[in-house]
């Protein structure tokens, strides 16, 4: 059975840091491309970051780049996204998904709640 899992995330204050980890099991993992969602409240869930099945081409959205870093390590089944200098428009449940290339989604996580905050 195909399961993502994410963890990670919290109440942090605005320009800290929070690393999410999406843990995978039940399926294939280095054949999918893994990407980040998030979705603020009110709002469309919007793509944030994404990594292909080797780890060797990474993409984001252009309002985190420079602050958060997407990877992979394929022996933990685990993607992380690294981030950093985070604002209070970074707020949002973020999910992560593994499809075929970036943005597709075949599967989803449950998500985790990232709140910036002071």
Known sequence: QLQLVE??????????SL???????????NRYTI????????????????ISSSGGRTNYRDSVKGRFTISRDNTKKTVYLQMNSLEAG??????????PECWVALKWGQGTQVTVSS
């Open 7 to 16: 963890s990670g995330g919290g109440l942090v204050q605005p320009g800290g």
């Open 90 to 99: 970074d707020t949002a449940v973020y999910y992560c998904a593994a499809g």
């Open 19 to 29: 690393r999410l980890s999406c843990a995978a099991s039940g399926f294939t993992w």
């Open 35 to 50: 990407s980040w969602f998030r979705q603020a409240p009110g709002k469309e869930r919007e793509g944030v970051s994404c």
